[in-house]
């Protein structure tokens, strides 16, 4: 389905949370982005397993200009095995050169390029191939599928974020990475205000009920630099983590 045309205000709005070429060409780790859509009521779907449309299709094109911009995007392997996401860029000229390269997190080694949307659209050149993330060697390696093996913080006993965000420059030259998710992915990157360079919330015109699952970190998130775009039905609030 073709994108709309992007709002006319928009590219000013995003236009300071969105990575330059300074902070690419200085940090030691990526320009992080942590974008995602949800509901009224913190939902960012009507509940497991189910794919939820949140956003207004004019949003859907603003993801697609944040993906024009960054190198790389980052979703959870639930997320991937669930929705089967393209990963790509619909906006402008060239989907694949515009495209980010997408980045599956997949510690338990579930997900498949093979039959993916992701390869259909890397197969017709519409999308680049990915980056899994792995935990220890993969127990199978696809062809075209470059893997990333980050080890777990033994504090958390989750994904070392900081080392993996450090290893995708390092190894793969991403510079820059925009995090769609899913919900454990999102709750614990709100409390990396450490890594986080900007944080871009899509907020639907909907409630998505007690069923759904909900984005809540498990302790408080402070913001600040904090805008807000309005559209046809949808608010899109950018923001950065506070360091409080």
């Known amino acids: 389905m ?3 045309p992007l709002c006319g205000d928009l590219p000013l709005f995003l236009q300071s949370y969105l990575p330059n070429a300074v902070e690419k ?3 030691i780790q990526p320009f992080i982005t942590l974008t995602y859509a949800q509901s009224l009521d913190a939902r960012i779907s009507r509940g497991p397993g189910i794919k939820t449309v949140i956003s207004h299709p004019e949003t859907k094109t603003m993801t697609h200009y944040l993906r024009h911009h960054h190198d790389g995007i980052l979703i959870g392997s639930g997320t991937a095995l669930v929705d089967d996401p393209g990963l790509n860029c619909k906006w402008g000229p060239n989907s694949f050169a515009n495209s980010p390269r997408p980045i599956i997190l997949d510690t338990k080694q579930k997900w498949r390029f093979n039959g993916s949307k992701i390869q259909e659209l890397f197969n017709k ?3 680049k191939p990915p980056i899994v993330v792995v935990t220890s060697d993969p127990l199978i390696k696809e062809e075209h599928v470059e893997y990333a093996i980050c080890p777990i913080d033994e504090a958390t006993e989750r994904i070392d974020w900081k080392k993996l965000f450090e290893i995708l420059k390092e190894d793969f030259n991403i510079s820059s990475v925009m995090v769609e998710g899913g919900a454990n992915v999102i709750n614990q990157l709100l409390l990396r205000g ?7 919330i ?3 015109s909907t409630f998505l009920g007690n069923s759904g699952t909900e984005v809540s970190p498990p302790q408080t998130v402070n913001l600040k630099d904090m805008t807000w775009w309005k559209g046809t039905t949808d608010v899109v609030l950018c923001a950065r983590l506070a360091d409080d």
């Open 2 to 4: 073709a994108l709309r």
């Open 25 to 27: 060409g200085n940090a």
């Open 125 to 127: 050149r519409q999308g």
């Open 194 to 200: 450490d890594i986080i360079n900007s944080l871009i």
């Open 202 to 204: 899509t907020i639907g």
